[in-house]
């Protein structure tokens, strides 16, 4: 119902009861009657005037396609000395869009500046809803305005720039608000022949504020943008521009598939474009603008729900894509693992064919051409030691179990002069034993420290022939100490590593104490090498011993040459004799080809002596440290009981004898 007598002094239409602004031409309403243009007043040149609580910046001018960047003011001292959160929001009933709540921060002053972004215009006037509110009292406080948005093209620069002078002429100045310099500016792009666009943009982009003052009042309830008009006033150019808007619109619309349920919507949107169409061309102007915005919005949500529709499909394509990778990931790992089994296969199978045979033969060929014989020796577990019930058994023979987990080359048999004299530059057994004389290192022999001259009881320029007997080449190499013994390993290595003869990952080396005992016993579990147990008739008295080695029981037997003499030998198996070191190959080897590993000389091994471990264990090297070397195998001057698989003896690094060689393996380095 109209206020009686009551009309907008604007536009002359009748007033609403009580209404706050014209429902016509959306003029505010003053309670005296009077009107103001739409939520704007008179700011001048920006200065703060009473009432005026925000000012706009750049409000009035934005140039179509691009993105509005508004400046604005609060006096944050007109809201009260309690006021807080405040915050400030835009809206344009027209076509939707919203700028988030701009909530200010810092401290309270008159005229604190802040910024918002509008979206993309198309060219055109608009009316912004402005929404402030803020906290007071313990209640919540709203204030409300509006601001005309104008939009141009390029070419309505100058028009735009003339009617805001004709504006500022006529005196019209609640309109629009312009300082001074930006005045004379405008004055000035109206006087040059310079594009009034691109003058009017840099005008913009100056430091010349253009300023609209916006009166902010208190509304009844809380912010909601005054209601649209129902019949706004529309020009003719209005409706042309919605018409060629509808057009590209309904591009738009024909680029949306036809999904399930869009076809039948897009059907009705077409049809509403038809009636755009008919309002045009009958100058219904005003049902021109208001079918378009009805098409707009559904548009809009159609556009809404392809967009969705699109996500959804590339969800399910990306899901489908990852479960293809997946799949084809989880196909490469079956195919890596199916290959990597036929590796393994194919390397066992290949392993297993290549797999030596115990006691296979490779032969290696020295300077001169002298040959070395070796038997294989392959990986295996056994029992290294002796049970306690073996005859002869002496307490450091603790029993327990040894896994090997690489085979190995062991030397047929041990070290000849021979083949000493070819690698280690002619030394002789005589030059060994005059290294004995001439050193002055004192071991413990006998249990007493003494040096070996004391111990051979001979002078230092004695004739070291008198501790050598026989020298033929077939004859082990005695008078070695461990650490030559040591540098012969050395220097075989050397040059068959540098003739590229050693596999991968091995080297010549004394054997482990448990590399001796393994090759030795050759699968066998009893005190001889041969499958027999031993029975110890006297200390020089073991006749299981004659098929397999020489001792000091026998050693006498057959013996030419220059030698010791046995009559002092207690418990001899044989009468007495001259006695010494024998040529190799005399007695049966082993199960593996392995000739002499019982009796004949003592054979270095590579481990430092101690305790046996109490449980299991696997590839033994002997302790870290020590003071002594082990020595396996017996001699031809030891009593029977050196003369079992399972004995130990020990002697300093340095110390040699007559009785003293080695044997040489081609085993995994250390």
């Known amino acids: 119902m109209s206020e009686e007598g009551r009309v907008c002094p604007s536009c002359k239409a009748p007033l609403e009861l009580g209404a706050k602004f014209c429902s016509m031409c959306r003029a505010k309403v003053a309670v005296d009657g009077s009107t103001s243009a ?15 609580v925000l000012c706009v910046d750049r409000l009035s001018i934005l140039f179509e396609g691009c993105p509005g960047i508004v400046r604005f003011r609060v006096d944050t001292d007109r809201l009260g000395a ?53 906290e007071s009292g313990g209640s919540v406080r709203t204030f409300e305005g509006e601001v005309q948005l104008v939009v141009m093209r390029p070419g309505e620069a100058r028009q735009v720039a003339v009617n805001i002078m004709t504006t500022i002429t006529a005196g019209h100045a609640t309109d629009v608000n312009l300082n001074q310099n930006a005045a004379q500016a405008l004055e000035k792009i109206l006087q040059s022949k310079e594009d009034p666009f691109e003058a009017l943009r840099r005008l913009i982009q100056s430091n010349e504020r253009v300023w609209v003052g916006v009166e902010l009042f208190e509304a009844d309830k809380p912010s909601t943008p005054p209601p649209a008009s129902e019949h706004p006033s529309c020009t003719e150019e ?6 060629v808007e509808a057009m590209i619109a309904k591009r738009r619309l024909e680029r949306i598939p036809d999904a399930d349920g869009v076809a039948e919507r897009k059907k009705a949107l077409s049809d509403l474009f038809d009636k755009v169409e008919m309002c045009f061309e009958a100058r219904l102007l005003t049902d021109t603008f208001h079918t378009f915005a009805a ?18 499909l590339a969800a399910e394509r990306e899901r489908q894509r990852i479960a293809r990778k997946e799949a084809k990931h989880k196909a490469r790992l079956a195919e890596e693992a199916a290959e990597r089994e036929r590796k393994r296969i194919a390397r066992e199978e290949a392993k297993r064919k290549a797999q030596l045979a115990a006691g296979a033969v490779k032969t290696v060929t020295l300077p001169g051409g ?6 294989w020796c392959p990986a295996g577990t056994f029992e290294m030691g002796s049970p306690e019930s073996e005859e002869g058994r002496y307490d450091d023979e603790r029993q327990h ?21 070819k690698l280690m530059d002619g030394e002789t057994v005589v030059d060994l034993a005059r290294k004995g004389l001439q050193d002055d290192t004192e071991f413990m022999i006998a249990g007493k420290k003494q040096t070996l001259r004391e111990f051979w009881r001979m002078e230092r320029n004695g004739d070291p022939r008198n501790r050598c007997g026989d020298l033929k080449d077939g004859v082990p190499v005695y008078n070695v100490s ?13 040059r068959e590593r540098a003739a590229e003869r050693i596999p991968d990952g091995y080297e010549y080396r004394i054997p482990t104490e448990a590399e001796w005992e393994y090759a030795c016993r050759a699968g066998t579990t009893t005190a001889l090498p041969n499958g027999r147990g031993i029975r110890i008739l006297g200390a020089n008295n073991a006749p299981a011993l004659d098929d397999i080695a020489w001792y000091g029981g026998n050693s006498s037997v057959g013996f030419v040459g220059s030698g010791w003499k046995t009559s002092n030998w207690p418990e001899k198996q044989y009468p007495d004799g001259t006695a010494g070191p024998r040529g190799v190959k005399r007695k049966a080897a082993n199960a593996w080809g392995l000739y002499d ?8 091994c590579a481990d430092w002596y101690g305790e046996y471990p109490s449980g299991s264990v696997t590839d033994p090297t002997g302790p870290s440290e020590g003071v002594y070397r082990v020595l396996r195998g017996g001699g031809w001057f030891g009593i029977a009981r050196f003369c079992r698989s399972a004995d130990r003896v020990r002697y300093e690094p340095g110390f040699r004898n007559n009785i003293l060689g080695f044997r040489l393996a081609l085993a995994p380095s250390h």
Request: proline share 4%; glycine share 8%.
């Open 238 to 243: 209005d409706a042309a521009r919605t018409r």
């Open 482 to 494: 461990w650490n030559e013994a040591v540098e012969f390993c050395r220097r075989l290595t050397q």
């Open 370 to 375: 002298a040959e070395m014989r070796f038997r």
């Open 295 to 312: 098409y707009v919005k559904q548009l809009e949500e159609l556009e809404k729900l392809d967009k969705e529709r699109k996500a959804r």
């Open 82 to 134: 309690d006021a807080r959160n405040l915050r400030f929001s835009f809206e344009s009933q027209l076509n939707g869009y919203k700028v988030p709540p701009i909530h200010p921060r810092g401290r309270k002053g008159t005229f604190q500046e802040f910024s918002v972004t509008f979206p993309d215009q198309k060219a055109g006037a608009f009316v912004w809803y402005v929404t402030a509110e803020y």
């Open 597 to 604: 590993m019982i009796g004949n000389v003592f054979e270095w």
């Open 38 to 52: 739409p939520g704007v007043r008179t700011a001048g040149s920006c200065r703060a005037e009473e009432g005026t």
């Open 401 to 421: 179990r040894v896994t090997l987990t690489k085979g190995f080359w062991m030397a047929e048999t041990e070290v000849t002069q021979g083949q000493w004299r």
